[in-house]
């Protein structure tokens, strides 16, 4: 039997906590673990909503629409003259997208958006909404220090530059339309969309660093 030595473990515990995912994952596994075993639940299926809600209904397929429209001029002045049918050219359906605005940030001009009596979204077009964009602190702050918040996520606006805040409800949702980077016009509409962030198309990020780019 192998010697307990108390300094080893106490410099064991911190390490294997740091590989332990967080409660709510352990919740959700233990959950998903119980259900499968009573029959209720396919480990398959769970795994199939994952990718669905990733690929499928998470925010590469905005992302795909900000990469149509910085390579087709005609798609984006649809885009922004009316955001649901021109969205539909991309056969994306759905109900989400069927009252949405698009708006575009330009060198004078800033976009964020906000929902500011719940959570309204674009969930077609971004997935699940961050778990900061529900808080009552965003919710609140966002129209009134719009620049704050901003600030927060690390975003620096010039004085020159207006910020115009957005507030989504359940009849009318916004989407933000990122300028596109620098040094990107080499670049074909895939790789531009994995430039493209979930965040730059809330607003709450500006600029697209080419190296770091991730939907």
């Not at 409660?23 to 259900?35: G, I, N």
């Not at 429209?69 to 759905?94: K, N, P, S, V």
């Not at 929902?115 to 964009?133: D, K, N, V």
Request: a negative charge.
């Amino acid at each position: 039997m192998t010697e307990y030595n108390a300094k080893d473990a106490e410099h064991l515990h911190p390490l294997i906590h740091s590989h332990v995912p967080s409660e709510p994952a352990l919740r959700v596994k233990a959950l998903e673990t119980l259900l499968v075993e009573k029959g209720l639940l396919d480990s398959a299926a769970v795994d199939a909503w994952v990718e669905v809600y990733s690929d499928e209904i998470g925010p590469k397929v905005g992302a795909a629409v900000v990469a149509r429209a910085w390579c087709d001029d005609g798609f984006r002045e649809r885009l922004l003259a009316d955001g649901a049918t021109a969205i539909g050219e991309l056969g994306i359906q759905g109900w989400a997208p069927n009252h949405l605005k698009v708006v575009e940030n330009t060198e004078s001009v800033h976009n964020l958006v906000v929902c500011t009596l719940c959570s309204c979204y674009p969930h077609r077009l971004l997935g699940i909404q961050p778990a900061w964009y529900k808080l009552e602190a965003y919710r609140s702050r966002a129209v009134r220090d719009p620049r704050g918040v901003l600030a927060e996520f690390e975003v620096s606006i010039p004085e020159t530059v207006r910020v115009d805040v957005w507030d989504s409800t359940a009849e009318l949702r916004y989407f933000v339309l990122p300028q596109r980077p620098e040094g990107s016009e080499d670049m074909d509409e895939q790789a531009l969309a994995a430039l493209v962030s979930r965040n730059s198309m809330i607003g709450t990020q500006r600029d697209l660093p080419i190296e770091t780019g991730g939907a």
